[in-house]
Each structure stands twice: as structure tokens, then as C-alpha cells.
């Protein structure tokens, strides 16, 4: 699975849109991009997933470029509760679960 | 809906002992895996299996071990604990199959499993 490089840290005002970005340089054919969170020492939760088109549900939107080099998760209004560390992962569909997690951005919503 | 569970959620050991942390799921799923989550970083995976009586190692395999007998259960065990085996032990669940239709290839975790080796 490709490498991906997230900054380590992001702060938000609430009610603001977070805007979290993912470097995916070495990214393949058929490799997803996944977005999951940890709150406070959680079992990590899904947010989105997309492969080349823009996604939206009611978490979030996933921004991936044309090149899908690079993907930016959008909460739209961010709320206290969104606070949390946030994973961008690639895998293929032979990967199946093995799912290899970096060190995350640590999203803060100031109120 | 029960989802993935993990017993026990918290666990003291001494050096040596043996344990054995449980993950039961109810989503019929057919792919099961452990992480272990050390203080400011992200998950590594130990072990994982693709199904009942199938089972591979991970990024860090060493001093557990694994067994799947039933889709629904996926124990792992500690031989002979260490103090660097002090973590946050978590188990997920997914069905094998990646996208496309309802099913979005998500992993599912449990609560976790707090374990410190004195």
C-alpha cells in the first residue's frame, strides 16, 4: 500500500470548515484513499473512502486531484466533538484489511 | 447491535504471565485483525485473518499468537508478556470485499483493549 504524508497536527474554529490534507505521491491504479478518525483512545471510526471521483456523505466530502497525488477531507462545519486524530490510508482491494496506519493529524476545533 | 466486542477492556499482567485478549464479532464478517496502539502513534497490525482456520502475521508479530476456529471469534494470545507489550489492543472486523455497491470495505473496531506488563 502507498505511503501517504499528513501534518501532524491542525487547529479549527467551530462551525468552520476543516480542511485536512493527505500527500499520496506514490499512489496506484487501484488503490483507494480511506479517511478514519480516532477520538480520545477510541477503536478507530470510518469516515469516507473514494478512489478517483469526489465523495460526500454526511461525515464529510473527499477532495481527491485529478493526478490523485493528493486527496483534502473537508468536515463543513466543524464541531468540538470532532476533535480527533485523522487517518489517511491507501490500499488495494488485495490488501483486503491490513490497513497501515501513519501518525495521523491531531485535529483541534476551538470553540 | 453489538458490532465488534473486545474482552477484557482493562488488564494489569506481571512480567511472564500469559493472557488471553477475546474479539467477537457479529457481522458474519470474513476478515478479522488485531492492532496494537503505543502512546502518540498510530496502529500496527500483529496479526489478521482472511477467514475461519486462516491466519498471517502482521507488521509485529512477535509474542502473539493467533487463532481462528469460528468466523465469529479471533483470540489473541500472550505467551509470556512483556513490559513492551504494554499497549492499547485493538480488534476490527471487515468483509473481505473492497467497495462498490452498500458495501465501503470499512473496518470496524472494538472499544480496545488497555493492557499493562509490570
Redesign the interface.
Known amino acids: 500500500d502507498a505511503k501517504t504524508t499528513q501534518p501532524p497536527s491542525m487547529d479549527c474554529a467551530e462551525g468552520r470548515a476543516a480542511n485536512l490534507p493527505c500527500n499520496h505521491s506514490t499512489i496506484s491504479g487501484n488503490e483507494?484513499v480511506?479517511w478514519?478518525r480516532q477520538i480520545h483512545?477510541?477503536?478507530?471510526?470510518?469516515i469516507i473512502?473514494g478512489?478517483k471521483n469526489n465523495e460526500t456523505n454526511e461525515m464529510a466530502s473527499l477532495i481527491i486531484t485529478e493526478d490523485r497525488k493528493s486527496s483534502t477531507l473537508i468536515l463543513p462545519h466543524a464541531t468540538l466533538r470532532d476533535t480527533a486524530v485523522y487517518?489517511c490510508i491507501v490500499?488495494?482491494?488485495t490488501s483486503?484489511?491490513?490497513?497501515?496506519?501513519?501518525?495521523?493529524t491531531q485535529l483541534t476545533v476551538n470553540p | 447491535n453489538a458490532g465488534?466486542t473486545q474482552t477484557p477492556k482493562f488488564q494489569v499482567l506481571k512480567t511472564g504471565q500469559s493472557m488471553t485478549l477475546q474479539c467477537a464479532q457479529d457481522m458474519n464478517h470474513e476478515?478479522m485483525?488485531w492492532?496494537r496502539?503505543d502512546p502518540?502513534?498510530?496502529?500496527?497490525?500483529i496479526h489478521?485473518s482472511?477467514g475461519a482456520g486462516i491466519t498471517d502475521q502482521?507488521?509485529v508479530p512477535n509474542g502473539y499468537n493467533v487463532s481462528r476456529s469460528t468466523t465469529e471469534d479471533f483470540p489473541l494470545r500472550l505467551l509470556s508478556a512483556a513490559p513492551s507489550q504494554t499497549s492499547?489492543y485493538?480488534c476490527?472486523?471487515?468483509n473481505?470485499?473492497?467497495?462498490g455497491g452498500p458495501n465501503?470495505?470499512?473496518?470496524?473496531?472494538?472499544?480496545?483493549s488497555r493492557l499493562t506488563v509490570l
Not at chain 2, 502518540?40 to 497490525?45: E, F, I, N, P
Not at chain 2, 473481505?96 to 467497495?99: E, G, I, K
Not at chain 2, 465501503?104 to 480496545?112: A, I, Q, S
Open positions: 483507494y480511506y478514519y483512545s477510541q477503536g478507530p471510526q470510518y473512502h478512489l487517518y490500499r488495494d482491494r483486503g484489511s491490513r490497513l497501515t496506519f501513519g501518525e495521523g | 465488534v476478515y485483525s492492532y496502539q502518540g502513534m498510530g496502529l500496527r497490525l489478521y482472511v502482521g507488521e492499547v485493538f476490527a472486523s471487515s473481505l470485499r473492497l467497495a465501503t470495505g470499512e473496518l470496524f473496531f472494538g472499544e480496545g
